[in-house]
């Protein structure tokens, strides 16, 4: 069961960058919820986006407005799609799976406490 990011890369401020998460075997089966989080150098795990069995999305603070999750169903791959990027957004993006939650989630994204299954990262760098 893994979990494959790819998408990362070097922009400038400003710019934009599309990450893809492709999954294998059943780890997107529902019920789950399935995220995106990122960690800078020096800085804790933090999700930044995430989407439940329901389609409720919930995105940081930190990304609001400019950041887009989405998931295609048919192929088991998660996006995020990244516009107006800024020089803090520069860090280690992870795919990430919270398997078997059922619930709806409104409030905040997913916790590096709730994940089962993690991809290996891709590297986004904004340079101002």
């Known amino acids: 069961v893994q979990l494959m990011e790819s998408g990362g890369g070097s922009v400038q401020a400003g710019g934009s960058l599309r990450l893809s998460c492709v999954a294998s075997?059943?780890?997107?089966?529902?019920?789950?919820?399935l995220g995106w989080f990122r960690q800078a150098p020096g800085k804790g795990r933090e999700g930044v986006a995430s989407?439940?069995?329901?389609?409720?999305?919930v995105y940081a603070d930190s990304v609001k407005g400019r950041f887009i999750i989405s998931q295609t169903e048919a192929n088991h791959t998660l996006h995020l799609q990244m516009n107006s990027l800024k020089s803090d957004d520069t860090a280690m993006y992870y795919c990430?799976?919270?398997?078997?939650?059922?619930?709806?989630?409104?409030?905040?994204?997913?916790?590096?406490?709730?994940?089962?299954?993690w991809g290996r990262g891709t590297q986004v760098t904004v340079s101002s």
């Open positions: 990430a799976v919270s398997r078997f939650q059922n619930q709806h989630r409104l409030s905040h994204p997913l916790y590096p406490a709730e994940i089962t299954n």
């Open positions: 989407i439940d069995s329901y389609g409720n999305i």
């Open positions: 075997g059943y780890i997107f089966f529902k019920p789950n919820c």
